[in-house]
T-cell receptor, first 113, second 116 residues
């Protein structure tokens, strides 16, 4: 069974540009989470989807971040326009309904110059 | 305020030594869940263990063991007879029942370096 996949693995962009990160959860996992780790600090929650609905987006830093999960399958996280402080590793995780163990992807390392 | 504290930033050991990683959490919930994840150099977070607040029994899995103590709000992790493959960043995480389902609060992580 394929695990959680994320694309791209690395992205280097300039301040002001737009970047879109993609996450493909484990098939059948209705719950999808985005997290971010900035500069060796703790991994912080961004938001939670249940199927295509945003269940909790309390961790989204500001309105430059837009997450979508059309059709309840894969999810995208768009940063527009990117700022220097957006640099970090963005993790995606999925959870099978009725359970609570999160399975994480390898992360996307975003560098904003 | 940070709810999960991993005070050790980095621990270096020589192979075969034991290493204990500390995790202290803070919550007002009576129902909560604690997790440990391993992040090897490849980057993904690998699930190691899940423990709910009502189960204080310590657990052993091979060379790994976990000591959960509610009295001190700690969930420490010990690697016995460490190996080079244990080199990774280890994260402790808390999920509170009062919070949205599955939302994790992570500690800052502890880098473990095992040298031959």
């Amino acid at each position: 069974e394929a695990g959680v996949t994320q694309f791209p693995s690395h992205s280097v962009i300039e301040k002001g540009q737009t970047v879109t990160l993609r996450c493909d959860p484990i098939s059948g996992h209705d719950n999808l989470y985005w997290y971010r780790r900035v500069m060796g600090k703790e991994i912080k929650f961004l938001l939670h989807f249940v199927k295509e609905s945003k269940q909790d987006e309390s961790g989204m830093p500001n309105n430059r971040f837009l997450a979508e999960r059309t059709g309840g399958t894969y999810s995208t996280l768009k940063v527009q326009p990117a700022e220097l402080e957006d640099s970090g590793v963005y993790f995606c995780a999925s959870v099978l309904g009725g359970t609570d163990t999160q399975y994480f992807g390898p992360g996307t390392r975003l560098t904003v110059l | 305020a940070q709810k999960v504290t991993q005070a050790q930033t980095e621990i270096s050991v020589v192979e075969k030594e034991d290493v204990t990683l500390d995790c202290v959490y803070e919550t007002r919930d009576t129902t909560y869940y604690l997790f440990w994840y391993k992040q090897p150099p490849s980057g993904e977070l690998v699930f190691l263990i899940r423990r709910n607040s009502f189960d204080e029994q310590n657990e052993i899995s091979g060379r790994y063991s976990w000591n959960f103590q509610k009295s001190t709000s700690s969930f420490n992790f010990t690697i016995t007879a460490s190996q080079v493959v244990d080199s990774a960043v280890y994260f402790c995480a808390l999920s509170e029942a009062s919070d949205s389902w599955g939302k994790f609060q992570f500690g800052a992580g502890t880098q473990v370096v095992v040298t031959p």
